[in-house]
């Protein structure tokens, strides 16, 4: 295999496997920047999941080719309505945020399990017609090289979750509601004597995770599973945490982190077909993309700290 | 910090809520317990899936329906001193729930999945004169009976199939995870493929995991990309991302040939343009056998039971009629059948067998 054809197996990859991830820990930003541990995104990727698949398979013959789309924002607005359980749980009543986290995605596990069995009879449900399927990106294409690599055989949510990265960058650093809102996340007490409304962004830093974690989970079925069943969403909800913080609870940091997942992860399944690595044992190519995650996290990252009043209650009033 | 304790308590119920609700199952078999009880006691059997769910589309729900079929040709109804089935919503439940049937009294107990494996070898200590049975494992009690697949027989016949239909003689093969039962599928394949076409070369791949579609998916890639155009799966969860990849190809070129096949139960509806085939494991059938034997009193505790093509318990799908030499397929899988019946020929179930394997 030459490398061109090397990479032009493992970029589309890459970035197929990157997108759900990057939406979540996008979801994971806006979130833990309020100051709310939410623990719950995996949860809310199974909600969006399910609810992408359920309106896909309902709605295909109303909306064509739009389905896949319109499903996201079905799954987006799931995600949000979900979250509030959360945002009641950990803001108004003051739960230990982990804690409320957990209920979420035990909750939405068992909810959407039962409710596919309610509404089809069966254990999971059948397979999309319209998905999100391979593109070749209009002029970009035929740039030379990179046109072959980035733009061949590829997915439009990949592009799509880049994007989305850029534009939640700029509206967590450099917009007055991003300022507040890391602010009510670094220090409730003196946001709250600047007259923000401490209770007010946390609801909505919680929501938009829940928006964001609902798309992720939609990308996810409708452009890898094509269908929902338990085994949807196993784990992606952590990785997307793991790479929020990986990403130094920073957009494009996760988005970063999200796209090194997903290359140690094509890395390891091309690994046996290059000529180099061909004589490893399977195994430490399976291996490779956490001992990769570790490495990078122990040796090339640095600190990696929280908001600091990231998992605190803000109670008005005391001290 | 009273607003604080209510939140607590919130997410408590929520959290004790899922919990339980995962407890739901057991009412609907004590209203039968009224009715059977004063007549003569019939043979009953039970099973209790793993954690896939008794409608996995996989060997749960095939044994299930086996027990149905065993159920219906016996006369017997749902639930106790008939059939019923118990499922298990964690690893832990396993114990737990063949303890509970075999305390109801079942005549047999299938544990469903190698997962099982210490679970039953567990109850059937403590359970000493009830009857049990489990898929896809052994457990050495003389009260277990061990049901066991030649799936290199039916992997065989779908390398056949494969080895006739792909036109570039490159051929992929995506495996769950390492172990005995894939192993057996792998070396199948390879074997049917280098009897059909030596020529061909298989390319192996093994995920790491049964249920990460991406990584089918990711795999398949690269192998359609690097010129096969037949790939077979035996990875559950992890090859639909193989039919994924399959149908985004053929979406994209319609005049591509590539194909995917399937396992287990028939996949074809997974992609009607694109699975070729799939390489059945009739549990149904070993099920109804098990069931009927030990209805007789010809129970094989202490043994291990095989399926193979002879005993229908592996098979190959209806070869999908797109495909353009399909009559040609169908002649060639089944000579193979007879060969493999009257044991002319001896597919290998390992690696170490298939380096001596020739099958002329």
């Not at chain 1, 089809?120 to 399927?133: L, P, V």
């Not at chain 1, 600190?303 to 600091?308: L, V």
């Not at chain 2, 998916?217 to 799966?233: E, P, R, T, W």
């Not at chain 2, 209805?295 to 202490?302: A, C, H, V």
Request: hydrophobic share 45%; glycine share 10%.
């Amino acid at each position: 295999m030459s490398l061109m054809e090397i990479l032009m197996i493992v970029v589309p990859s890459t970035l197929l496997w990157a997108a759900p991830l990057v939406f979540t820990a996008l979801g994971g930003i806006f979130s833990e920047r309020s100051g709310v541990v939410n623990i719950g995104l995996e949860g809310l990727m199974v909600v969006g999941a399910f609810s992408a698949i359920v309106f896909n398979l309902t709605f295909v013959e109303t909306f064509g080719s739009w389905t896949p789309w319109i499903a996201i924002l079905v799954a987006m607005v799931a995600g949000a309505i979900f979250s509030i359980l959360h945002a009641v749980a950990a803001i108004t009543f003051r739960a230990d945020h982990t804690v409320s986290g957990v209920a979420i995605n035990l909750l939405s596990t068992g909810l959407t399990l039962f409710l596919v069995k309610l509404i089809y009879d069966k254990g999971e449900t059948n397979i999309i017609s319209k998905g999100f399927s391979k593109v070749d990106i209009p002029l970009l294409k035929d740039i030379p090289i990179i046109g072959k690599i980035f733009f061949q055989n590829t997915y439009w949510t990949s592009f799509l979750a880049i994007v989305v990265a850029i534009i939640v960058w700029y509206i967590v650093f450099k917009t007055p509601f991003g300022l507040r809102l890391r602010s009510v996340g670094e220090h409730p007490m003196a946001a709250d004597t600047m007259g923000i409304n401490v209770t007010k962004m946390r609801y909505l830093g919680v929501i938009i995770s829940g928006a964001f974690g609902g798309i992720g989970g939609a990308v996810y079925a409708q452009s890898i599973t094509s269908n929902f069943s338990h085994s949807t969403i196993s784990g992606q909800g952590f990785m997307a945490m793991a790479a929020m913080i990986f990403g130094k609870w920073h957009p494009l940091g996760a988005m970063g982190a999200a796209i090194f997942f997903g290359f140690a992860q094509s890395i390891s399944i091309i690994g046996s077909s290059l000529p180099f690595l061909k004589e490893i044992p399977s195994v430490y190519l399976l291996i490779a993309p956490y001992v990769l995650t570790i490495i990078a996290l122990t040796g090339f990252i640095g600190r990696a700290d929280a908001p600091k009043a990231s998992g605190t209650h803000y109670i008005k009033g005391s001290r | 910090m009273k607003k604080r304790k209510i939140g607590m308590a919130l997410s408590l119920v929520l959290a004790a809520g899922t919990l339980l609700g995962a407890c739901g199952k057991s009412d609907d078999t004590s209203k039968e317990e009224s009715k059977g009880g004063e007549k003569e006691k019939a043979f009953s059997v039970a099973m209790v899936t793993d954690v896939g769910g008794v409608d996995d589309k996989s060997f749960n729900q095939s044994a299930w329906e086996g027990l149905k079929k065993f159920g219906a040709d016996n006369g017997l109804k749902k639930g106790k001193d008939g059939f019923d089935y118990v499922q298990s919503k964690s690893d832990a439940d396993y114990s737990t729930n063949l303890n509970t049937l075999a305390r109801q009294d079942f005549d047999l107990v299938f544990g469903i999945g190698f997962l099982m494996q210490g679970a039953v070898d567990e109850i059937a200590k403590q359970q000493k004169d009830h009857q049990f049975a489990i898929v896809d494992s052994e457990v050495d009690q003389p009260n277990v009976a061990s049901i066991l697949f030649k799936e290199q027989e039916a992997s065989f016949l779908a390398g056949v199939a494969a080895a006739m239909t792909t036109k570039s003689n490159k051929i992929g093969f995506i495996g769950g995870v390492e172990g005995a039962v894939i192993e057996r599928f792998e070396a199948g394949f390879v074997a049917g493929v280098k009897a059909a076409k030596p020529d061909a070369v298989v390319d192996i791949q093994y995920a790491g995991a049964f249920d990460k579609a991406e990584l089918g998916q990711s795999i398949s890639s690269k192998m359609y990309a690097s010129g096969a155009d037949v790939v077979f799966h035996a990875a559950g969860g992890t090859g639909v991302g193989l039919f994924k990849e399959a149908n985004d190809l053929k979406k994209k070129d319609p005049s591509r040939e590539i194909w995917a096949i399937g396992v287990d139960s028939d996949q074809a509806n997974m992609g009607p343009d694109v699975v070729l085939t799939s390489a059945l494991k009739r549990v149904d059938n070993a099920v109804i056998d098990i069931s009927k034997k030990a209805k007789d009193g010809n129970f094989p505790g202490g043994e291990v039971a095989l399926y193979g093509l002879a005993e229908d318990g592996v098979g190959l799908a209806p070869i999908n009629d797109k495909v353009s030499n399909k009559a040609d397929i169908d002649t060639a899988v089944n000579e193979w059948i007879e060969k493999i019946k009257s044991g002319a020929v001896k597919v290998p179930g390992t690696r170490d067998e298939l380096k001596t394997f020739s099958a002329k």
